[in-house]
């Protein structure tokens, strides 16, 4: 009776520890996924632990408690995101890509504990990256928002693993960043398992170790190179106007103030100027006498002038940028290609890139939501420009965020970014990431940023072979899925001759 008590003790310690556990590991990772990939860039290597609890846990429990365990810890971290989605979808929109991604999370975190139990095998700690990496990849290819979700943006301040992206885009990132956790908690599943244990080891060291070499090494190698200036302006929020119906007089004070702020920046040796997305509205109306004050403006101080304006001068409404050469030629009229959905449904997309010459060399512009899209700003990187100039607009809470979004593009493609934003960030920074001046309008102040710009155009990887990196992972998925597909046949059989054998032995002893 004694044993008997201590037993059912044992058994209770046991379940109530279990439960603690679980909680424990739930919170844990929700935190670290809520800190770690949020809209500031704040304790980003939180991400690489995050996934571990979940993990580990996910392999020592029936596949239904998986799904629920990791559907709630990524739920709390998707969390951090809710209030600023609230802001730009509403409510609604909010709730569901809000629950939209835990799910996928969770069954993520099913098809890996498959492959990870099925398998028994150390390449089972692909599993996890690679079905990972596979999602953003089909997001990036057909959601409307291009890339903008991807947990690679949380590494943005990790110079030495961003570098990655120059070869795999940002896939390569959220690889590295979930191949990690992979192998502890696979590590850790097949503990007992020394030469399987070393060969999951082996993996993540020379993979993550090999990135890091060729990110610290490439960091290291590609010192600035500054050859022109740049100075960029964004007005008090107070005196943009967004209307259907331009006010001219309005319209005529805005530009007056931006070209004061010209002549300042050219005092301080700006060779060119970037103001923000739809700094000033022209209509046919207002056009000429808006155009002379910004053509003046560039002549007379010798200066490039990029402005984002709202193009009414046409029948078909477009959010534009004009370019305007130091001797005051209007030199391109490039229109945004792609919207924020919703937000932007009136205007008409431009037909492909901006592309200019900027006192000799190759230079480009872009607007804001542009830079969502890895392979519409890959064009820029084979058109071989050494810098993109980006008039923006932001939603204050993002600001960091959007802003490394597009700094990531320049990584990627291998060229410098001069990007100014309304309600957000203004930021140069070369084409290795690396923010070389940056300030913020976030709280609707007037503010100016000047810095000099590196040239340093680099021939990237990715700028020639795109997204290679994405389709192999993909191909990875499909192998991963006939495995799993011959286990599955391979125990039907074994089951099925062990049937046979039974009623053989059980028909020779009738």
Request: net charge neutral.
């Given at each position: 009776m004694y044993f008997h008590r201590m037993k059912e003790v044992q058994q209770a310690k046991s379940f109530f520890t279990g439960k603690i556990f679980t909680i424990a590991a739930i919170l844990f990772s929700g935190l670290c996924w809520y800190l770690s990939n949020g809209l500031s860039g704040n304790f980003w290597y939180l991400l690489w632990l995050a996934p571990i609890p979940v993990l580990i846990i996910s392999f020592k429990i029936t596949a239904r408690l998986a799904f629920v365990i990791s559907f709630v810890a990524y739920l709390i971290g998707r969390l951090s995101w809710f209030y600023y989605l609230v802001s730009v979808l509403s409510i609604v929109p909010a709730i569901i890509f809000t629950l939209v991604l835990p799910l996928v999370f969770a069954l993520i975190v099913l098809v890996t504990r498959k492959m990870v139990i099925k398998t028994r095998a150390w390449y089972a700690v692909f599993a996890f990256p690679v079905f990972f990496t596979t999602f953003e990849f089909l997001v990036i290819q057909f959601s409307p928002d291009g890339s903008a979700g991807s947990i690679a943006y949380s590494q943005s301040d990790f110079l030495p693993v961003i570098q990655i992206a120059s070869v795999t885009g940002i896939l390569g990132i959220t690889f590295l960043v979930t191949l990690v956790p992979s192998a502890i908690a696979i590590g850790w599943y097949l503990r007992k398992q020394k030469i399987k244990l070393t060969y999951v080891a082996a993996v993540a060291v020379i993979i993550v170790g090999t990135a890091l070499i060729f990110g610290m090494a490439s960091v290291r190698s590609g010192s600035a190179k500054p050859a022109i200036k740049a100075g960029l302006v964004v007005l008090d929020e107070k005196f943009h106007n967004t209307s259907n119906h331009p006010d001219?007089?309005?319209?005529?004070?805005?530009?007056?103030?931006?070209?004061?702020?010209?002549?300042?920046?050219?005092?301080?040796?700006?060779?060119?100027?970037?103001?923000?997305?739809?700094?000033?509205?022209?209509?046919?109306?207002?056009?000429?006498?808006?155009?002379?004050?910004?053509?003046?403006?560039?002549?007379?101080?010798?200066?490039?002038?990029?402005?984002?304006?709202?193009?009414?001068?046409?029948?078909?409404?477009?959010?534009?940028?004009?370019?305007?050469?130091?001797?005051?030629?209007?030199?391109?009229?490039?229109?945004?290609?792609?919207?924020?959905?919703?937000?932007?449904?009136?205007?008409?997309?431009?037909?492909?890139?901006?592309?200019?010459?900027?006192?000799?060399?190759?230079?480009?512009?872009?607007?804001?939501?542009?830079?969502?899209?890895?392979?519409?700003?890959?064009?820029?990187?084979?058109?071989?420009?050494?810098?993109?100039?980006?008039?923006?607009?932001?939603?204050?809470?993002?600001?960091?965020?959007?802003?490394?979004?597009?700094?990531?593009?320049?990584?990627?493609?291998?060229?410098?970014?001069?990007?100014?934003?309304?309600?957000?960030?203004?930021?140069?920074?070369?084409?290795?990431?690396?923010?070389?001046?940056?300030?913020?309008?976030?709280?609707?102040?007037?503010?100016?940023?000047?810095?000099?710009?590196?040239?340093?155009?680099?021939?990237?990887?990715?700028?020639?072979?795109?997204?290679?990196?994405?389709?192999?992972?993909?191909?990875?998925?499909?192998?991963?899925?006939?495995?799993?597909a011959r286990k599955k046949n391979k125990i039907d059989t074994d089951s099925a001759k062990l049937m046979i054998d039974k009623r053989f032995v059980s028909k020779n002893r009738d």
């Open positions: 001219f007089s309005k319209e005529n004070v805005v530009t007056e103030n931006y070209a004061e702020q010209v002549s300042t920046l050219a005092t301080r040796g700006a060779d060119v100027i970037v103001f923000p997305e739809r700094a000033i509205n022209m209509n046919k109306q207002t056009d000429t006498a808006i155009i002379n004050i910004l053509t003046n403006a560039a002549k007379q101080n010798h200066v490039f002038i990029i402005t984002g304006y709202t193009n009414f001068r046409t029948d078909q409404e477009r959010n534009s940028a004009l370019i305007i050469d130091a001797g005051g030629n209007v030199v391109a009229d490039y229109g945004k290609v792609h919207f924020i959905k919703g937000l932007e449904a009136q205007f008409t997309p431009g037909s492909g890139p901006g592309l200019f010459n900027l006192n000799g060399v190759k230079a480009g512009t872009a607007i804001c939501k542009d830079l969502d899209y890895p392979g519409y700003i890959k064009k820029y990187g084979e058109n071989e420009v050494s810098v993109l100039l980006v008039p923006a607009w932001d939603f204050v809470m993002d600001d960091w965020l959007h802003s490394r979004m597009a700094i990531l593009r320049g990584v990627e493609s291998g060229f410098s970014e001069v990007r100014a934003a309304r309600l957000g960030r203004l930021t140069i920074s070369d084409c290795y990431g690396r923010v070389t001046a940056e300030a913020s309008s976030s709280n609707s102040k007037s503010v100016t940023l000047f810095g000099e710009v590196s040239l340093q155009n680099k021939h990237t990887f990715y700028t020639r072979f795109g997204d290679w990196f994405g389709i192999l992972n993909l191909i990875v998925v499909v192998c991963f899925a006939f495995i799993l």
